[in-house]
């Protein structure tokens, strides 16, 4: 008998942490219910006192899903967790995440408190996290730089007020892995009454080691791993959920661990958690990046023809790669295109947007000779980017470039139902777009990324566009999709704007 690794889910509220990652509440919900359908265990759906729009979105979360636990976090404050109490009083299974930190450097620099203040305090979250749930997750945070005497204390103490799980979080991606298991088996060992919890552990990515240090927690006794689709999160990351579940599963002789997880659905979770939040798959990634299972060396590809394992510890169809190439095309109709949606796992919610994005698959039909899953994830993306409050929508654009001369380009944009046009020149075809823009727009916001990628292969393929825009410390992130690449930044540019002035709550607005 293998025992089950509880796998909890934070890109809701850490991987929205990252710059532009905000989402609105709908994208939330959209998330979470593919983090169901995945397998995750527990899905942290938010920070529910951050705001009211996060506030709003867990409660959305909550009535949605009824696989997964839905989990807020929540400082150790009275407040706090009333707020998340509040937020998940609609779930079937409902948790609350509260925290406090333990270390030296936090406790006299940010807290203020005294060691025996903070207990004080762990002990009472708890405690009033309990008059909501009987699911109450405790986190020392700054682990890594806390006290092992002090840790100990403090996790004996709230598991005497009713924690269910006690979280060890490397909050800074300080550590390295045989210290973390280290610090981990300590715990466990000298925690009174550490038998009757479950241990967790959390870990960001300053150093590329949050995976191996997840994976150290694992072997000396953490049966829950804290972690993020694609490895999102603020500053360097997170510790990626399919590296994590997938190590697991490969190195059975190593963990004999098994989870809930529903690997064929990594794939199309990592591409829609990366559409959302505009935060690019970088093609080398692990698992989900587009040369995960690509072989160039001659000598590999021959190896793999003859036989996969020579090369491949794992098939790429188990996460949900595979014969990507769909047999649709112009003639295709809706009830072809309605089940290979399903078959992605993209759930659309009325038949408006089933009607709209198929229009677009008919249009991209004639572009393009074959239609990829990765095209149609992307239409989709864009499909609801489109159907979000617009102030701003491209309806027409030329851009013109000639050699000893300088780019050009002519824009029409509908604003708030009149169409505006302009023209302007730059440096190439996409400043020059951009600026056009911005002489209708007005959004005087710095352009903080201009990132492209293809989404798949051949010239005539989809280039998907990604950017970022500053304004008063506000920032967020544009996506756009097109065989055109000055047409997908045209729209990527628009979908910021968008974002930016647009008055639809972001459920952490990154203010």
């Not at 025996?116 to 730089?145: H, I, N």
């Not at 947007?353 to 677009?360: E, I, S, T």
């Amino acid at each position: 008998m293998t025992e089950k690794l509880i796998v909890f889910d934070t890109t809701l509220r850490d991987g929205e942490q990252s710059p532009g990652a905000s989402m609105t509440q709908e994208e939330k919900v959209r998330i979470a219910l593919q983090l169901e359908k995945l397998g995750v265990d527990i899905i942290e759906a938010g920070f529910a006192a951050a705001s009211p729009g996060d506030f709003s979105a867990i409660e959305a979360v909550s009535r949605k899903v009824t696989k997964s636990t839905v989990c807020s976090l929540a400082r150790a404050v009275r407040n706090d967790i009333d707020r998340a109490g509040n937020a998940i009083r609609h779930a079937k299974s409902g948790r609350i995440h509260t925290f406090i930190a333990t270390s030296p450097i936090h406790m006299v620099n940010k807290l203020r408190m005294t060691p025996d203040q903070v207990l004080e305090r762990a002990v009472e979250a708890v405690k009033w996290a309990l008059e909501f749930t009987d699911d109450v997750e405790f986190s020392a945070e700054d682990a890594v730089r806390s006290e092992i005497p002090f840790l100990i204390e403090v996790f004996d103490a709230v598991i005497q007020a009713g924690a269910k799980t006690i979280n060890v979080p490397d909050t800074v991606g300080y550590s390295i892995p045989f210290q973390w298991g280290d610090r981990i088996k300590q715990l466990i060992e000298k925690v009174p009454n550490s038998k009757t919890v479950i241990w967790s552990t959390h870990c960001h990515n300053d150093l590329g080691m949050a995976v191996a240090n997840s994976l150290a927690a694992v072997l000396n006794g953490a049966r829950q791993v804290e972690c993020t689709i694609n490895g999102l999160g603020e500053r360097a990351g997170n510790a990626s959920l399919e590296e994590i579940v997938m190590t697991i599963k490969t190195r059975q002789d190593v963990f004999n661990l098994s989870s809930s997880i529903n690997t064929e659905f990594i794939v199309p979770t990592s591409k829609l958690v990366s559409t959302i939040t505009g935060y690019a798959v970088q093609p080398n990634k692990a698992i989900v990046g587009a040369n995960a299972f690509a072989h160039e060396s001659g000598i590999h590809q021959d190896g793999v023809l003859k036989h996969r394992e020579t090369y491949e510890i794992m098939k790429a169809e188990d996460v949900g790669w595979g014969a990507n190439k769909i047999s649709l095309g112009k003639l295709s109709g809706r009830n072809a295109f309605k089940s290979r949606l399903d078959a992605l796992g993209i759930q659309l919610d009325t038949d408006d947007l089933v009607n709209a994005a198929f229009d677009k698959f008919k249009l991209l039909a004639d572009k393009k000779s074959e239609i990829f899953d990765e095209d149609i994830h992307a239409l989709i993306s864009d499909e609801y980017s489109s159907a979000m409050q617009e102030s701003f929508r491209l309806v027409a654009l030329k851009a013109t470039s000639e050699i000893n001369q300088s780019p050009h380009s002519s824009i029409v944009i509908n604003c708030n139902g009149e169409n505006k046009s302009e023209t302007s020149e730059g440096s190439g075809l996409v400043d020059a777009t951009f600026k056009a823009i911005e002489k209708i727009v007005q959004s005087d916001a710095e352009l903080l990324l201009f990132s492209v990628n293809n989404i798949t292969t051949g010239t005539d393929a989809q280039g998907e566009v990604t950017v970022r825009l500053t304004k008063g410390g506000r920032i967020v992130n544009g996506q756009g999709s097109d065989t055109d690449i000055v047409i997908a930044s045209a729209k990527a540019y628009i979908n910021a704007v968008n974002k930016i002035t647009s008055k639809l709550e972001r459920a952490h607005p990154q203010v």
